[in-house]
């Protein structure tokens, strides 16, 4: 009698061990968007590769899965993932079979259950957030040694307290504001601007001040 009743724990713990692992599994979307010149590219292949194929090179045979683009640009990829992975994903235009460098890809670490999304700008280089937001950066030439507070979308992301050129990463293909404030060393108020602009995937928006060393407006 006690036997049986081993045997039977025993086989509900491994019913359990199973289901466990099955449930670990989870149903994760990339969309990755070809552009060329900013334009979608419908009947792009886009292949997926694991860190250990990129090892050895991106080559479209050896790929893990292949989509190719809608007529919007994108391919999407359903997936089940199991723990945080990483993965290359690689366009082949013009009926290429292999990629070299970093060369029309993108990469994405992902957790099971996630939604992520990248575009790939065909012949340029893919920039993109730990959100998996593709990037731009915003550049700034500060003609000051006096020290001024600096905002990127209401939010503190530095303080100058010297001249030079300062850059910040962006999500690309949405609206920003920065602020530049002074913070020091002015006679009556101090100089400030703001600026409103959009950057593009891997574009850079370069701004300059402030005017003059009287000027209340610091952005020419």
């Not at 000051?144 to 030079?164: A, E, M, P, R």
Request: hydrophobic share 30%; glycine share 8%.
């Amino acid at each position: 009698m006690m036997l049986c009743i081993v045997t039977v724990f025993s086989s509900c713990e491994k019913e359990d061990d199973e289901n466990e692992q099955k449930e670990e599994q989870s149903a994760t979307t990339v969309e990755i968007t070809v552009k060329s010149n900013g334009i979608p590219k419908a009947g792009i292949p886009v292949c997926m590769f694991s860190t250990t194929t990129a090892s050895i090179g991106f080559y479209k045979v050896g790929a893990q899965k292949t989509v190719a683009t809608d007529s919007d640009g994108i391919a999407t990829f359903e997936l089940n993932v199991g723990t945080q992975t990483t993965f290359y994903f690689v366009a082949f235009p013009n009926n290429a079979t292999s990629s070299n460098g970093n060369e029309n890809q993108a990469v994405l670490t992902i957790k099971p259950g996630e939604t992520k999304s990248a575009i790939i700008n065909i012949g340029g280089n893919t920039t993109y957030d730990n959100k998996g937001n593709n990037v731009g950066t915003v550049s700034i030439k500060h003609n000051s040694s006096s020290t001024y507070n600096v905002y990127i979308d209401d939010k503190l992301i530095d303080t100058w307290t010297k001249s030079g050129t300062y850059s910040y990463e962006v999500t690309a293909n949405v609206r920003h504001t920065i602020k530049v404030e002074q913070k020091n060393g002015y006679l009556f108020s101090p100089t400030k601007g703001t600026k409103t602009f959009t950057v593009g995937d891997g574009e850079n928006v370069f701004f300059s001040g402030p005017v003059s060393n009287t000027s209340t407006e610091y952005f020419n």
